[in-house]
């Protein structure tokens, strides 16, 4: 009720059209009669605070005080007899049984005991337990002299429980109304069993149903105005920004997109919405959204492509520069002033050898000193190391000697071992320091002797280097360049091929999720199928039954009929006994005279009329014993009604929990098998009722017709009775004139006819009421069997819609199929190509790393050339003086080194033919991976909008 109040204080205190609705309020009398002066809890304590109280003087006391409240009811509890009174709650009547309770309540726990626990006991959860009492102490102060006070009354079971629930009530009220239920499922303790009745009981009494209708009415989503405009302004800016008033602009955009105003309200702060209403705003706002993310792909798609046609763009230039360059070089390449400025370009900045041969023997030198150093230390650590093994010694010595504290050894040893660990450590690590400055000793060595063995070998071939290393630099730029440019290409095809392999692993999720779906979708619809035909099955056997209660009906028809002729005959006879009668009393003063021979026939009359009486009063007992065995036929009925109306049941909360069995798992699996078992079991325990009730209903149906044959035999014995009396009558009409005592005892004999007849209309009259109860009987059986048609109809509708869903299912599982079959192709494809990638890359990886090794071997060459230039300047001379003399061979010579420069120049225009083949390739392979790309990318949003359509469907169903 807080709540309920809370909710509405805030609708009203926002200014939205709410009009007030008191809700649960019927609750506050039965509050009012527990909690006042006069009501339950005060009576209780009073009584319990006298010692002759008793339960019936507690109950007087309450009927006299309470009884005339409308809340206060008498007892009407059909589980138990001996309650003395009721409460009406809000949610329906609870009847109470106040037995014991003047007991209970005077036996609370007691502080003295709660001492002695916290106190003496050696239990640590014991005192853990009681920590929070305040106890009473065990030792009580002295009085010095004082009089002593007269205690008041202990405290009661009731007391403790209202000042905890003043607390609670309070704590509740400073608090925000968040609140759980926790609900019985059944009443026996049985894992997995639920009773619906009683979970709707429990609803209803705790106010949950309450609940929800005040939530459907009322507004249970609300938003303040700047979230709510942030959120929601991509679906109106204009409206937004039309009005500073939050609510002119919020009415403005909820107007634009159509959105009913009966499903919002506008406050002072916060927009509320009712239930479910929030859903179709977000469903706009995510149509907007994936509209403009769409967009935004397809700008970053654009500018990236736009990059990629500048950098092509740019390379088509550069390359129509290097060609033109290349061109005029091979018209220059003859011309003398162009040689010799080539011939000198590299001279200059020319570093002096000698000098670096100084620099280099220096830092040998430095190496060689931290070598040494490195030595000292391994001496210095191996000393230290001998010491510390002699420490280790000594200590192991004074152990042996000493024996005493082990503690001190151990402390000892692992000081030793821990130092010897560092030492050990750092030995390594100098040993480490002394290899690597042995191996650049070593290398520095074997630099230094290359370096005086080549300065001598590289002197004669000046000229064919220096013309090598202008072609090497030319092929070291074109390299680079195209080397830079594969590399670009290759990380932009990892990219392409990552985002490929991302998106394969999410359709394969998005597959593995459909087929799990699609699976749980057989297994319900298979369970379905065969609920369907227990419940078809369970529908013929109850035809079956109906069938054989209309032939028994028929029958008990025709026995009734045969029962009411047999009734009009024995009326027909009563009344010529009637018209015998007062044609006797005519002729009574005639037949006086006959008495004595009629006498000695009224004996033989009478021991005939015994005989009849003791038939009737065996037709009697035969007849309560049919209607025993017709009660008995009831009980098994009613029984065999309620295993019905129970297996009913179960069906029922089998089609509750069939929504539910989407995401089933092998326990609930089990959990089906068993509950299949236990239905099996049901209608096994069914059929053996309807047998064994079957058997005994023919049995009674036999009983009662041996019953009626014999009661036929009997009224036929009677009529030939009849017919012998009434020949008797006439002859004694005849021969005896004074039959006054005669017609004394035909009256007795008549007044026994009449009790058998009697006796004979309330056979009838039992007789009918048992064919009226097994018309009624009959008509549960229809109605029955009409709800269990119509049962069978819902259900065959309900496994209808899932046949649809389950063929709507497989056609997306088909089309899904078919869709990831194409992306598995397209991704193997791209896998194949992929590798093809990798080997061309792996390919130019390994030309680039020979190029790269051949480069340096160049550089290295240039560098000594380089640094032997200043030597050959020298030699000049004496080359220009032995010129004309060596003019020939000087001539063949270069005749050779130019036939090497064609040649090596036509292996770099192959190499360059080679590599531009190789980049169309590339390119070509690159449009045609990027085309795939866009046929994946348009295959993945297929995809996610199916799936996105699957997880809906899946969730409405």
Request: charged share 40%; hydrophobic share 35%.
């Given at each position: 009720h807080h709540m309920f109040v809370?909710?509405?204080?805030?609708?009203?205190?926002e200014g939205i059209d709410w009009v007030m609705v008191d809700f649960g309020m019927d609750l506050a009398a039965a509050i009012i009669m527990f909690e006042k002066p006069m009501g339950i809890w005060a009576i209780l304590e009073e009584e319990s605070l006298f010692p002759k109280a008793t339960d019936k003087s507690f109950e007087e006391k309450l009927k006299a005080a309470l009884g005339k409240l409308p809340v206060f009811l008498k007892p009407a509890s059909k589980t138990d007899k001996n309650a003395h009174f009721g409460v009406s709650h809000y949610a329906g009547v609870v009847n109470y049984n106040v037995t014991s309770w003047l007991e209970k309540n005077k036996d609370p726990v007691n502080e003295t005991v709660v001492e002695l626990f916290k106190s003496t006991s050696t239990c640590q959860l014991l005192k853990h337990l009681w920590r929070d009492h305040p106890g009473q102490p065990t030792t009580a102060p002295k009085d010095d002299g004082k009089k002593k006070k007269k205690g008041g009354g202990g405290k009661t079971v009731s007391s403790v429980y209202l000042v905890s629930l003043s607390e609670l009530m309070t704590t509740l009220y400073s608090c925000e109304p968040h609140f759980v239920r926790c609900l019985v499922p059944n009443t026996h303790k049985k894992p997995g069993d639920v009773e619906?009745?009683?979970?709707?009981?429990?609803?209803t009494c705790n106010g949950v149903l309450e609940g929800i209708r005040i939530c459907m009415r009322g507004f249970p989503n609300r938003m303040p105005y700047p979230d709510f405009k942030m959120r929601y302004a991509c679906l109106g800016q204009a409206e937004i920004a039309s009005s500073s008033d939050n609510k002119v602009a919020s009415y403005a955009l909820m107007d634009k997109i159509n959105f009913d105003r009966e499903r919002y309200r506008l406050g002072h702060t916060l927009v509320f919405f009712r239930a479910g209403s929030l859903a179709g705003l977000e469903e706009a706002r995510d149509g907007l959204v994936i509209k403009w993310v769409r967009f935004i792909q397809g700008e970053v798609f654009k500018r990236v492509r736009t990059r990629v046609y500048e950098k092509k763009r740019d390379q088509r230039e550069l390359i129509k520069v290097a060609q033109r360059n290349f061109r005029k070089f091979l018209g220059m390449r003859d011309w003398g002033w162009f040689i010799i400025i080539q011939k000198t370009r590299g001279m200059i900045g020319l570093p002096n050898p000698e000098e670096e041969l100084r620099l280099l023997e220096e830092k040998a030198n430095a190496t060689f000193g931290k070598y040494q150093e490195a030595l000292d230390?391994?001496?210095?650590?191996?000393?230290?190391?001998?010491?510390?093994?002699?420490?280790?010694?000594?200590?192991?010595?004074q152990l042996s000697e000493e024996q005493g504290n082990v503690s001190v050894y151990t402390d000892r040893q692992a000081k030793a071992i821990t130092i010897k660990g560092e030492a050990e450590v750092e030995l390594v690590q100098q040993q480490k320091v002394l290899a690597s400055e042995e191996n650049s000793r070593t290398e520095l060595a074997a630099e230094v002797k290359?370096?005086?063995?080549?300065?001598?070998?590289?002197?004669?071939?000046?000229?064919?280097?220096?013309?090598?290393?202008?072609?090497?630099?030319?092929?070291k730029g074109n390299r680079d360049h195209t080397i830079k440019t594969l590399q670009d290409e290759v990380g932009e095809q990892d990219e392409v091929i990552n985002k490929l392999n991302k998106e394969k692993k999410h359709l394969s999720s998005t597959q593995a999720k459909s087929s799990e779906d699609l699976a749980a979708a057989e297994e319900k619809v298979a369970h379905l199928m065969s609920v369907?035909?227990?419940?078809?099955?369970?529908?013929?056997?109850?035809?079956?039954?109906?069938?054989?209660?209309?032939?028994?009906?028929?029958?008990?028809?025709?026995?009734?009929?045969?029962?009411?002729g047999d009734l009009k005959m024995a009326q027909d006879a009563v009344a010529d006994l009637e018209r015998a009668k007062r044609e006797v009393e005519g002729v009574i003063a005639n037949k006086e005279k006959n008495n004595q021979l009629l006498s000695a026939k009224?004996?033989?009359?009478?021991?005939?009329?015994?005989?009849?009486?003791?038939?009737?009063?065996?037709?009697?007992?035969?007849?309560?014993?049919?209607?025993?065995?017709?009660?008995?036929?009831?009980?098994a009925r009613a029984q065999?009604?309620?295993?019905?109306?129970?297996?009913?049941?179960?069906?029922?909360?089998?089609g509750e929990r069939l929504d539910e069995a989407g995401g089933a798992t092998v326990a609930q699996v089990e959990l089906n098998k068993k509950r299949e078992s236990e239905i099996v079991k049901l209608r096994k325990d069914v059929e053996e009722t309807n047998i064994s009730s079957e058997s005994v209903l023919s049995n009674m149906k036999r009983k009662q017709g041996d019953a009626v044959a014999e009661m036929t035999e009997q009224i036929d014995a009677l009529q030939k009775m009849k017919a012998k009396i009434d020949k008797d009558k006439t002859i004694i009409m005849s021969e005896i004139a004074d039959a006054r005592a005669a017609t004394d005892e035909v009256l007795r004999a008549q007044a026994s006819q009449d009790k058998s007849n009697k006796a004979l209309l309330d056979a009838l009259n039992a007789t009918n009421k048992k064919v009226d109860a097994a018309n009624l009987t009959l008509g549960d059986y229809g109605m029955s069997k009409n709800k269990i048609a119509n049962e069978n109809s819902e259900l065959l509708r309900i496994v209808g819609d899932l046949d649809n869903n389950l063929n709507m299912v497989a056609k997306s599982k088909s089309a899904l199929g078919a869709q990831l079959n194409d992306v598995k192709a397209l991704c193997d494809n791209e896998a194949r190509e992929r590798q093809l990638l990798l080997g061309k890359f792996r390919n130019l990886e390994h030309e680039v790393d020979g190029a790269k090794e051949a480069l340096d071997e160049e550089a290295a060459g240039r560098e000594n050339i380089l640094r032997l230039v200043a030597k050959a300047e020298g030699d000049a001379a004496l080359l220009r003086q032995k010129y004309e003399v060596e003019a020939v061979a000087k001539g063949e010579e270069l005749e050779m080194t130019k036939m090497k420069l064609t040649a090596r120049n036509t292996e770099a225009e192959a190499t360059?033919?080679?590599?531009?083949?190789k980049l169309i390739q590339v390119e070509k392979a690159k449009g045609k991976i990027q085309g795939e790309i866009n046929e994946m990318t348009v295959s993945l949003d297929q995809a996610q909008v199916v799936n996105a359509s699957m997880e809906r469907k899946a969730k409405a169903f």
């Open positions: 809370v909710e509405q204080e805030e609708y009203v205190k619906p009745p009683l979970i709707m009981h429990q609803l230390v391994t001496k210095n650590l191996e000393g230290q190391m001998g010491s510390l093994k002699d420490d280790i010694g000594a200590m192991t010595k290359a370096h005086s063995g080549s300065i001598s070998a590289v002197k004669k071939d000046i000229e064919d280097v220096e013309l090598a290393i202008l072609k090497v630099e030319q092929e369907k035909s227990q419940l078809e099955s369970t529908l013929d056997q109850l035809e079956g039954g109906l069938d054989k209660e209309k032939k028994s009906r028929a029958n008990l028809e025709k026995a009734k009929r045969k029962v009411e009224l004996d033989d009359e009478q021991s005939l009329v015994a005989k009849a009486q003791k038939n009737i009063k065996e037709l009697q007992g035969r007849v309560e014993g049919a209607e025993e065995e017709l009660e008995a036929e009831r009980q065999a009604e309620r295993q019905r109306s129970d297996l009913a049941r179960e069906i029922d909360q089998l360059i033919d080679n590599m531009n083949a």
